[in-house]
Nanobody, 126 residues
Framework: QVQLVESGGGLVQAGGSLRLSCAATGRGFNNYGMGWFRQAPGKERGFVAAISWGGGTTYYVESVKGRFTISRDNAKNTVYLQMNSLKPEDTAVYYC???????????????????WGQGTQVTVSS
C-alpha cells in the first residue's frame, strides 16, 4: 500500500514557474513508476509526465515538452514536477500516481496506476 500527498500548487502568472511535489508513504517507493496527470474543469483527466522506478526513463505529453521536467528522489520517497513557462491552459488539478507495471510505455495510461493522490490545484492567470 502506498499513500501519496501532493503539494506545491498555487496561483501563478503566465510565464511563471511552480514545482509540484508528491510525497509517498508506505513500502517500496523505488519499485513504482510514477506519473503526473491533470484534470481541467469539464475535461477528462489526462497524462502529463511519467518516470520509471529508477528514474532512467521519462515520458511527457507533447504540450509540456521543453517546459516541464519530472524527477524523483528515491531516498526521500518523493517525485517532482518542475513546471516552467506556464500557460493559462496548464490550469488544472494535478494528481500524482504510482504504478508497479514493468511495461514502461504503459506509464502514459491512467488505467495503469494503482494509487493516486488527492490532487493539488494549479491556476495560471493570463
Amino acid at each position: 500500500q502506498v499513500q501519496l500527498v501532493e503539494s506545491g500548487g498555487g496561483l501563478v502568472q503566465a510565464g511563471g514557474s511552480l514545482r509540484l511535489s508528491c510525497a509517498a508513504t508506505g513500502r517500496g517507493f523505488n519499485n513504482y513508476g510514477m506519473g503526473w496527470f491533470r484534470q481541467a474543469p469539464g475535461k477528462e483527466r489526462g497524462f502529463v509526465a511519467a518516470i520509471s522506478w529508477g528514474g532512467g526513463t521519462t515520458y511527457y505529453v507533447e504540450s509540456v515538452k521543453g517546459r516541464f521536467t519530472i524527477s524523483r528522489d528515491n531516498a526521500k520517497n518523493t517525485v517532482y514536477l518542475q513546471m516552467n513557462s506556464l500557460k493559462p491552459e496548464d490550469t488544472a488539478v494535478y494528481y500524482c500516481a504510482a504504478s508497479d507495471t514493468r511495461l514502461l510505455p504503459l506509464l502514459k495510461l491512467s488505467g495503469t496506476y494503482h494509487y493516486w493522490g488527492q490532487g493539488t490545484q494549479v491556476t495560471v492567470s493570463s
